[in-house]
C-alpha cells in the first residue's frame, strides 16, 4: 500500500487543491500534515491575529477532512526534520508541496529536497492564478510593470479547477499536537476556515464591483484576502468563475487577482524585496518616534488616516482604498520609512501577505514598481472622493460623529478638542504642490 504526504502550507482547503488532489490520486493512504515551523515566528510573522484565524483554518480543515475519513496532522518544528519523521512513521514515499515564493519558502523547499530528492513533488500553480515565472518579457525573469504583465497574464493558459476529495484513507496512529494562540487579538477579526470563506463567497456579488470597491462607506469588496492569504479559497476557482460572468464588476476583480500574482512574481524574483528597496530612490527618510506612534495609534488629526488606522487595529483588516491613503500619509506626508508603515501592517492584519504588503507599501512609497515613483495621494483629495458624505470616518472615529457630512474630514474647523494635525493643513497642501502628481 503505498503512501504519499501532502504537506499544507498557504493552501488551507479540499476544494481545488492541486496538492491534495496529487497525493490522493497517486497513492493508495494520504498524510495531510501541516507543520508549524519555529521559522515563521523567528521572522516576526507569528502575529496573533493571524495565529488566532490560522487555528480557526486548521480546526476547519480537520473538521472538512473527517467527512471523507482522514483527519489533518499538526505538528511543531523545522519543516524538514519533521516531514521526515512522519515519513518514516508512516512508511510516505512521497511528499507533495504548493511552491512558495518568500525567501522562507525557497529555504523550506531545498532543505525538503535535500532529504527526499526527487520523491518531492511541487506544484506551481496552487497559491497564484498564473505560477510566478510562467510569463516573463525578453531577456528578464519578471515584469517589473504591472500594465504588460497584466496583458500577458490574461493570454496564459489557467488549470483546471479541481474537485474536493470524496474519501481519503489516512494511516491510523499518527500523532497530531495542538496549536497554541496567545496574545491581544484585534476584537472583530473574522473567522477562519474554508467553510466560512466558502459561505463568505455565496454571499457576495462581483456584479457591482467596479462602481463599489472603492467606496469606503459602502464596505463592499470581496474582504476575501484572508481566505486568500491562507489558502482557504483558490485564487483559480475564484479567477475561473468571475470570468465566466460578464460586466465591468467581474473584470475588476479579475484584475485585483492579477495583481496579487504580479506582486508574487516580483517577490519570487526578487525576495530581498522584502526588506529592501525594489528600486532604491536614495531616499532620506525622516525620523520621528512621535509622528510615527500617532499614526499607528490613529491620532494624526486626519480623520481619513486615523479612521483606517482603527479600523485596522478593531478587525485586522482595512478597506483596500484606506491603506492606500494611510500609507501614503505615512511615506509621502511625513517621509518616514516605508518599513515602518509595513511592519506595523504585518502585526495586525490578518491578510498579512509578505509579497502583496511590501510590494503595496513600496509602489506608494515610490521606491517599487510604480512608474511615477512621485505620486502623492492627498488624504484630504482622498477623503471628499471617497468618503464624500464623512461615513466611514464616523463609524471608526465615533468623537467626530456629529460633525456634518463632509466636514467631518477638516475637524480643525469645527472640533477644537480633536487632536491637532500632526502636518499642519497648508504645510501639507504646500508638500503636494511640489510633487509631480495629485491624486
Given at each position: 500500500m503505498t503512501t504519499s504526504i501532502a504537506l499544507f502550507t498557504q493552501d488551507?482547503?479540499?476544494?481545488d487543491n492541486p496538492v491534495l488532489h496529487a497525493a490522493a490520486t497517486t497513492a493508495d493512504q494520504v498524510v495531510p500534515l501541516f507543520v508549524l515551523d519555529p521559522g515563521i515566528e523567528a521572522a516576526g510573522f507569528a502575529a496573533p491575529n493571524r495565529m488566532a484565524f490560522l487555528a480557526d483554518c486548521l480546526a476547519d480543515l480537520d473538521s472538512s477532512?473527517?467527512?471523507?475519513?482522514?483527519?489533518?496532522?499538526?505538528?511543531?518544528?523545522?519543516?524538514?526534520?519533521?516531514?521526515a519523521r512522519v515519513a518514516a512513521e508512516t512508511g510516505a514515499g512521497a511528499v507533495h508541496l504548493a511552491a512558495g515564493v518568500s525567501a522562507f519558502a525557497h529555504r523550506r523547499e531545498a532543505r525538503l529536497r535535500e532529504r527526499f530528492g526527487d520523491r518531492l513533488l511541487v506544484h506551481d500553480a496552487s497559491l497564484t492564478v498564473v505560477p510566478p515565472g510562467r510569463v516573463t518579457p525578453a531577456g528578464r525573469n519578471h515584469y517589473a510593470v504591472f500594465t504588460p504583465y497584466h496583458r500577458a497574464w490574461q493570454q496564459a493558459p489557467w488549470r483546471t479547477v479541481l474537485g474536493p476529495p470524496r474519501t481519503l484513507r489516512t494511516p491510523a496512529g499518527v500523532g497530531s499536537e495542538n496549536l497554541v494562540v496567545g496574545g491581544p487579538l484585534s476584537p472583530a477579526l473574522p473567522p477562519g476556515g474554508e467553510t466560512a470563506a466558502r459561505a463568505r463567497w455565496r454571499r457576495w456579488s462581483v456584479d457591482p464591483y467596479e462602481e463599489v470597491h472603492d467606496d469606503l462607506a459602502a464596505d463592499a469588496?470581496?474582504?476575501?484576502?484572508?481566505?486568500?492569504h491562507f489558502g482557504c479559497l483558490s485564487p483559480t476557482e475564484l479567477a475561473t468563475r468571475a470570468r465566466q460572468r460578464e460586466g465591468a464588476g467581474a473584470q475588476a476583480f479579475v484584475r485585483q487577482l492579477a495583481w496579487r500574482?504580479?506582486?508574487?512574481?516580483?517577490?519570487?524574483?526578487r525576495p530581498d524585496a522584502a526588506r529592501h528597496d525594489y528600486r532604491a530612490r536614495?531616499?532620506?527618510?525622516?525620523?520621528?518616534?512621535?509622528?510615527?506612534?500617532?499614526?499607528?495609534?490613529g491620532r494624526t488629526g486626519y480623520p481619513i488616516v486615523d479612521a483606517g488606522m482603527r479600523q485596522l487595529a478593531h478587525e485586522g483588516w482595512m478597506h483596500n482604498r484606506a491603506r492606500l491613503v494611510t500609507a501614503g500619509f505615512l511615506?509621502?506626508?511625513?517621509?518616514?520609512?516605508?518599513?515602518?508603515?509595513?511592519a506595523h501592517f504585518l502585526s495586525l492584519l490578518v491578510d498579512g501577505d509578505l509579497a502583496n504588503n511590501q510590494l503595496n507599501w513600496q509602489w506608494v512609497a515610490g521606491t517599487g514598481t510604480d512608474?511615477?515613483?512621485n505620486r502623492i495621494l492627498n488624504p484630504l483629495r482622498q477623503a471628499d472622493r471617497y468618503d464624500p458624505d464623512g461615513a466611514y470616518v464616523r463609524r471608526w472615529v465615533p468623537e467626530l460623529a456629529h460633525l456634518p457630512g463632509p466636514a467631518v474630514h477638516r475637524p480643525w474647523l469645527l472640533a477644537p478638542d480633536y487632536p491637532a494635525p500632526i502636518l499642519a493643513p497648508d504645510e501639507l497642501t504646500a508638500r503636494f504642490r511640489h510633487g509631480r502628481a495629485l491624486d
Open positions: 488551507l482547503r479540499l476544494h477532512l473527517r467527512r471523507t475519513g482522514s483527519r489533518l496532522i499538526v505538528r511543531h518544528g523545522a519543516t524538514a526534520e519533521v516531514v469588496t470581496s474582504r476575501f484576502s484572508p481566505y486568500l500574482d504580479f506582486h508574487h512574481q516580483v517577490l519570487a524574483a536614495e531616499d532620506r527618510w525622516h525620523q520621528d518616534e512621535a509622528e510615527a506612534e500617532a499614526w499607528r495609534q511615506a509621502k506626508s511625513l517621509y518616514l520609512d516605508w518599513r515602518i508603515g509595513a512608474t511615477r515613483p
